[in-house]
């Protein structure tokens, strides 16, 4: 398996840090986060480069005021509840509208990385749900 210091030179944005336990203890594995916009920014837009190791993705979740996601490395994966999930590759746009329940994540044997763009963040928090169990996670390929 790729390691993250190849992976990074693939990606023309930096990998940031372990993300912190408030947001990780959302993850199943290890995500980096790196702010390109901070949260609390005049344009009230936040914007980060989030790179997930190989099995990680998020519990599910849902944005009230809705998310893009951006595609920037690796293979990944994104899915709506009750539909199939949708593999991603770098160039990859997902528009995720208001309380649509969803998670994002790596595939399992690769390296995954995306740019978050958070819309309308005055709409509310984002609602962290259950974790995409291994069987869930499973069925990929
Ligand atoms: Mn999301």
């Not at 595609?71 to 994966?77: A, E, F, H, K």
């Not at 995306?114 to 390929?141: F, N, S």
């Amino acid at each position: 398996m790729e390691n993250k210091e190849d992976f990074s030179k693939k990606v023309i944005f930096p990998i940031g840090p372990e993300a912190p336990d408030d947001i990780a203890k959302n993850f199943i594995g290890t995500v980096y986060l790196h702010s390109l916009v901070p949260y609390d920014s005049p344009l009230k837009h936040p914007i980060s480069h989030v790179v997930f190791e190989p099995r990680c993705r998020n519990n599910w979740h849902k944005h009230p005021g809705g998310q893009i996601l951006l595609v920037t490395g690796g293979r990944g994966w994104y899915q709506e509840e009750g539909k199939d999930a949708r593999e991603l590759h770098a160039g990859d746009v997902v528009e995720i509208l208001p309380d649509i329940k969803h998670w994002h994540g790596a595939a399992a044997d690769s390296w995954f990385a995306h740019i978050a763009m958070e819309a309308d963040v005055l709409a509310g928090p984002t609602q962290w749900l259950e974790p995409v169990t291994d069987e869930q996670y499973d069925k990929l390929r």
